[in-house]
C-alpha cells in the first residue's frame, strides 16, 4: 500500500445514486473528504444522509459513478481486493450466525477472509481477550447478550488487523455499559496505529472522535474536531427551570417559541439552543441557567441551517382516551387508579428464571421506562405485557384487564410499536393503513378517516404510494406509529422505538409521544438511550430479572451521588447501579 501520511480515506467529486422503485436517489452528491491516518473520525448526519453509502464505498463495495474513492492512496476501481484484504469493515447489520458458536464464527470468517492458519490460534486469543469473550468462546452467537454479539462482530472485523477500520453504528441497539466497553476497543484500536471511521446516532460519541463529519442529502456540510463545532455556538444553549410546571409542557411550551431550536429534557428543566440572533426571554416563574453548548447543539444549528426544517406540530388523538377522574392529560404520576399493575411477576425457560418477582405500576397519562443492560429481563416483561408471553407465575393487569384470562381483550385496548419495522415492506403506505385499521376492527367511514388522519397528522400522505420497504428509516417510524394508534388505543407500548433512527427524527417522535401523554394516553416504552429516558415521568431500573431502582430520572440520579461524581447524569447512573448490583451478586456468590 500508499505512503502512510496519505489520507487513510480519501473522496474526491464521489457521487453515488441508487434507484429505489420508481425514484432515483442521489445518496452522494460528488462530495469531497479527507479521514485522516491514526485518528477516530465520527460520521454523524440524519436518516438519507448517505452514511451507510459513504462507508460501503471506502470498503470498496461499490464503486462511485463519477469522481474516486482512494483507500491509503490506492483507487477502489483498480484495486479493490487488495484494500479489502487491509481494512476491517462491521456493517450495521453484521452476519453473525447465530447456531454457531462464538469460536465457530471467529473460525468461519477466518476462512472467509483467507487468514493464515498459524496465525489463528494467537489472533482469536488476542481479540477474546480485548473484547472480553474468552470465556464465552462455546456459548452460540444467538445465546448472547447484544452487547456481546456486537463485540462477536468487531472480533470478526478485526481478524485480519487492518490499517482501516470502517464501523457503520456499532453501537445502535446496545445498553450503556457495552456501548462505553465498545468505545474502549475503538480506542485501544487507534493507540495500535489503525484509522478509524465510525458513524453512529449518539451524538454524545463525538466526544470520543478525534474529527467529525456532518453529512446531509449527501454532502458534506462540516468536518472539524467536535469541541471546534461546539464552541461556535457560545451563549446559546440554556437549562431552563420552571418549579410550577411539569417538564413535558415546559418543554412543549418552549418548542412553540421563536427562536428556539431545541429543547430537550436533562436533569431537572429543559435543555434549549437558540438561534443566532435570539435571545433569553424567560417567562414568568422560569430560571435560565447558561450552559456549555456541545457538539449535540452544533448537529441541531447546522442541520437546521442547511433547511431541516423544526419538527413539526404533534398530532393529537381526534378523540382524547378518558382519564378515571373524568379529565386528560396531566403530568402522569400523580395518583389514581393504575391502568397498568405487574405483582409477582416471574418468568423462566426451563432451568433459567430471566424475571425474578417484578411488581410496579403504571397510571394514567404516565410515561413510564423500562430500562435496564442487555439481558436484564426488561424486554421478557414487556413481552408479557403485550400478551405476547405468558407469565410462569405473578399477575398483571392492563387497562383492567387481567392478561392471564383475557390476553386478547387486553391487545384490543394497546397500541404497539416494535424495535424492528415490523409492518408489510411490499405494500404501500396507504395499504399498510388500511389493513391495519381493518386489524383492528374499523370499518366504512370510520376506517376512512382514520386513514385521512393519519396521513395528515404524521406528514405521509406525500409518500402514500410507496412502498413501506422503500422508505427512510425516520418514515417507517412515523408509519409504524401511526399504524398503532389507529383504534385510538389507551395505552401505547414502545419497544425501543427509535433504535437507529437519527437524533432530530428521535426529537420529532417524541414530540408526538409527549402530546399523546398530555391526551392521557399511557406509554411504557423500553430504549437504551438514557437522554430518552429523561422524558419519562418514572422509570425502573432491571438488572438479572430483578428491580434494582424505580422512580423518577431525578430518584435514579440521586442515588447514584458519589465524591466524585455530585452530579451524575442518567446514563452515569445506569452504569453505577447496574455494576455495583452485580458486584454484590458475585460476592454473594
Known amino acids: 500500500m500508499a505512503d502512510a501520511q496519505l489520507p487513510a480515506l480519501r473522496l474526491r467529486a464521489a457521487a453515488k445514486r441508487f434507484r429505489q422503485g420508481r425514484r432515483e436517489?442521489?445518496?452522494?452528491?460528488?462530495?469531497?473528504?479527507?479521514?485522516?491516518?491514526?485518528?477516530?473520525?465520527?460520521?454523524?448526519?440524519?436518516?438519507?444522509?448517505?452514511?451507510?453509502?459513504?462507508?460501503?464505498?471506502?470498503?470498496?463495495?461499490?464503486?462511485?459513478?463519477?469522481?474516486?474513492?482512494?483507500?491509503?492512496?490506492?483507487?477502489?476501481?483498480?484495486?479493490?481486493?487488495?484494500?479489502?484484504?487491509?481494512?476491517?469493515?462491521?456493517?450495521?447489520?453484521?452476519?453473525?450466525?447465530?447456531?454457531?458458536?462464538?469460536?465457530?464464527?471467529?473460525?468461519?470468517?477466518?476462512?472467509?477472509?483467507?487468514?493464515?492458519?498459524?496465525?489463528?490460534?494467537?489472533?482469536?486469543?488476542?481479540?477474546?481477550?480485548?473484547t472480553a469473550l474468552g470465556p464465552f468462546g462455546q456459548r452460540r452467537a444467538g445465546a448472547l447478550s447484544g452487547g456481546m454479539k456486537q463485540k462477536l462482530g468487531l472480533a470478526c472485523a478485526l481478524l485480519r488487523a487492518p490499517r482501516l477500520l470502517l464501523l457503520d453504528e456499532p453501537t445502535v441497539g446496545v445498553d450503556p455499559i457495552s456501548r462505553r466497553e465498545l468505545w474502549a476497543i475503538i480506542a485501544g484500536m487507534r493507540a495500535h496505529g489503525v484509522s478509524v471511521l465510525v458513524s453512529t446516532a449518539y451524538l454524545d460519541e463525538a466526544a470520543r472522535c478525534d474529527d467529525i463529519v456532518l453529512l446531509h442529502e449527501g454532502?458534506?456540510?462540516?468536518?472539524?474536531?467536535?469541541?471546534?463545532?461546539?464552541?461556535?455556538?457560545?451563549?446559546?444553549?440554556?437549562?431552563?427551570?420552571?418549579?410550577?410546571?411539569?417538564?413535558?409542557?415546559?418543554?412543549?411550551?418552549?418548542?412553540?417559541?421563536?427562536?428556539?431550536?431545541?429543547?430537550?429534557?436533562?436533569?431537572?428543566?429543559?435543555?434549549?439552543?437558540?438561534?443566532?440572533?435570539?435571545?433569553?426571554?424567560?417567562?414568568?416563574?422560569?430560571?435560565?441557567?447558561?450552559?456549555?453548548?456541545?457538539?449535540?447543539?452544533?448537529?441541531?444549528?447546522?442541520?437546521?441551517?442547511?433547511?431541516?426544517?423544526?419538527?413539526?406540530?404533534?398530532?393529537?388523538?381526534?378523540?382524547?382516551?378518558?382519564?378515571?377522574?373524568?379529565?386528560?392529560?396531566?403530568?402522569?404520576?400523580?395518583?389514581?387508579?393504575?391502568?397498568?399493575?405487574?405483582?409477582?411477576?416471574?418468568?423462566?425457560?426451563?432451568?433459567?428464571?430471566?424475571?425474578?418477582?417484578?411488581?410496579?405500576?403504571?397510571?394514567?397519562?404516565?410515561?413510564?421506562?423500562l430500562l435496564g443492560a442487555n439481558g436484564a429481563g426488561k424486554s421478557t416483561v414487556f413481552r408479557m405485557l403485550c400478551g405476547l408471553l405468558p407469565a410462569t407465575s405473578g399477575s398483571l393487569r392492563v387497562a383492567g384487564v387481567d392478561l392471564g384470562h383475557a390476553r386478547a381483550a387486553a391487545r384490543a385496548r394497546i397500541g404497539y410499536v416494535s424495535q424492528r419495522f415490523a409492518l408489510y415492506a411490499n405494500l404501500s403506505v396507504a395499504q399498510n393503513l388500511a389493513f391495519f385499521a381493518s386489524a383492528y376492527g374499523l370499518r366504512g367511514a370510520r376506517r376512512r378517516a382514520r386513514v385521512l388522519w393519519a396521513q395528515q397528522a404524521f406528514e405521509l400522505t406525500g409518500v402514500a404510494d410507496a412502498n413501506a420497504g422503500e422508505l427512510a428509516v425516520g418514515y417507517k417510524q412515523r408509519l409504524a406509529l401511526a399504524c398503532a394508534l389507529m383504534h385510538e388505543p389507551s395505552i401505547l407500548f414502545l419497544d425501543e422505538p427509535t433504535s437507529g433512527v437519527d437524533p432530530l427524527a428521535r426529537r420529532e417522535f417524541w414530540q408526538r409521544i409527549n402530546a399523546l401523554a398530555e391526551s392521557g394516553v399511557t406509554v411504557l416504552v423500553t430504549t437504551h438511550f438514557m437522554d430518552e429516558a429523561e422524558y419519562c415521568d418514572r422509570v425502573v431500573l432491571m438488572s438479572l430479572g430483578e428491580i434494582l431502582a424505580s422512580g423518577s430520572p431525578h430518584d435514579i440520579r440521586a442515588r447514584a451521588q458519589v465524591a466524585g461524581q455530585p452530579e451524575p447524569d442518567l446514563e452515569d447512573a445506569f452504569i453505577a447501579l447496574i455494576q455495583q448490583h452485580e458486584a454484590v451478586l458475585r460476592r454473594a456468590a
Open 219 to 369: 454532502r458534506v456540510l462540516a468536518q472539524q474536531p467536535a469541541a471546534a463545532a461546539a464552541a461556535a455556538l457560545a451563549g446559546r444553549s440554556f437549562l431552563v427551570r420552571d418549579a410550577t410546571r411539569h417538564r413535558r409542557s415546559l418543554q412543549l411550551e418552549l418548542q412553540r417559541r421563536s427562536g428556539v431550536l431545541d429543547a430537550l429534557p436533562q436533569a431537572d428543566g429543559v435543555r434549549v439552543l437558540l438561534a443566532a440572533d435570539a435571545v433569553a426571554a424567560p417567562a414568568p416563574g422560569e430560571r435560565w441557567e447558561a450552559q456549555a453548548p456541545r457538539f449535540e447543539d452544533a448537529f441541531v444549528s447546522l442541520l437546521r441551517a442547511a433547511g431541516r426544517v423544526a419538527a413539526p406540530a404533534p398530532p393529537a388523538q381526534t378523540t382524547a382516551p378518558a382519564r378515571a377522574d373524568g379529565g386528560v392529560g396531566g403530568d402522569g404520576g400523580d395518583g389514581g387508579d393504575a391502568i397498568i399493575a405487574v405483582r409477582a411477576l416471574r418468568r423462566r425457560f426451563g432451568d433459567f428464571e430471566a424475571v425474578r418477582g417484578v411488581e410496579f405500576d403504571v397510571h394514567r397519562g404516565e410515561v413510564f421506562g
Open 25 to 130: 436517489v442521489d445518496a452522494l452528491r460528488g462530495i469531497d473528504l479527507d479521514v485522516a491516518a491514526g485518528r477516530i473520525t465520527g460520521l454523524f448526519g440524519p436518516d438519507g444522509a448517505g452514511k451507510t453509502t459513504l462507508m460501503r464505498l471506502g470498503a470498496a463495495l461499490l464503486l462511485p459513478d463519477s469522481g474516486s474513492v482512494q483507500v491509503f492512496g490506492a483507487d477502489t476501481r483498480d484495486a479493490a481486493a487488495a484494500i479489502q484484504a487491509d481494512i476491517g469493515y462491521m456493517p450495521q447489520r453484521f452476519g453473525l450466525y447465530e447456531d454457531l458458536t462464538v469460536h465457530e464464527n471467529l473460525r468461519l470468517y477466518a476462512d472467509l477472509q483467507g487468514l493464515d492458519a498459524a496465525q489463528r490460534q494467537t489472533r482469536f486469543a488476542e481479540l477474546l481477550r480485548l
